[in-house]
């Protein structure tokens, strides 16, 4: 799988998207939890480390996903509530759920946080890259993740973090 073959995404940003979706539960009561979490831990099945390929991942994943679940003999309808969520973490298409609206802005923070940037810069290093590209990098993931914070509660934090990374790289 492309993720082994590139080392990415780092599990330590996976596991920071986990934690966020598990704290937006405590103000979602009433979301599939299941299928949130199932979304996030399957996203990144396919993935490149080119920027021009970062669009196509989410749908490479999305097919993958849709394979291994079915393969697994799990329900059609949570199927494609998972399956959206991964097209949709990349504002591709839109969010069929309110699970996909979650999921996407749980995913979204592993790029808003200090914690998640200097994993990010660490990557960076381990792909080969110098500090300027890997800071680079990490900066537009920020941005790029930034646009795609759709939850109010999940707006207030992002902004504080996008500022608390801005202001740890000197920008």
């Given at each position: 799988?492309?993720?082994?073959?590139?080392?990415?995404?780092?599990?330590l940003l996976?596991?920071?998207?986990i934690?966020?979706?598990?704290?937006?539960?405590?103000?979602?009561?009433?979301?599939?939890?299941?299928?949130?979490?199932?979304?996030?831990?399957?996203?990144?099945?396919?993935?490149?480390?080119?920027?021009?390929e970062?669009?196509?991942?989410s749908?490479?994943?999305?097919?993958?996903?849709?394979k291994f679940?079915?393969?697994?003999?799990?329900s059609?309808?949570f199927?494609?509530?998972?399956?959206?969520?991964i097209?949709?973490?990349?504002?591709?298409v839109?969010?069929?759920?309110f699970?996909?609206?979650?999921?996407?802005?749980?995913?979204?923070?592993k790029?808003?946080?200090?914690?998640?940037a200097?994993?990010m810069?660490?990557?960076?290093?381990?792909?080969?890259?110098?500090?300027?590209?890997?800071?680079?990098?990490?900066?537009?993931?920020?941005?790029?993740?930034?646009?795609?914070?759709?939850?109010p509660r999940?707006?207030?934090?992002?902004?504080?973090?996008?500022?608390?990374i801005?202001?740890?790289?000197?920008?």
């Open positions: 799988m492309k993720t082994r073959q590139h080392k990415a995404p780092a599990w996976t596991e920071l998207a934690v966020k979706a598990r704290e937006l539960f405590k103000y979602y009561p009433k979301v599939d939890k299941k299928a949130v979490l199932t979304a996030l831990y399957l996203a990144h099945l396919h993935f490149g480390i080119e920027k021009h970062q669009h196509r991942h749908f490479k994943s999305a097919v993958l996903a849709r679940l079915q393969r697994h003999h799990v059609p309808l199927i494609d509530k998972v399956v959206n969520a097209e949709a973490h990349h504002a591709h839109p969010c069929a759920s699970e996909a609206e979650l999921m996407k802005n749980a995913e979204a923070f790029f808003l946080s200090a914690k998640g200097l994993i810069l660490h990557e960076g290093g381990l792909r080969g890259w110098n500090f300027k590209a890997s800071r680079e990098y990490t900066l537009f993931k920020m941005e790029q993740k930034f646009k795609l914070v759709t939850l999940c707006k207030r934090e992002a902004v504080k973090g996008r500022r608390e801005l202001e740890l790289f000197n920008v």
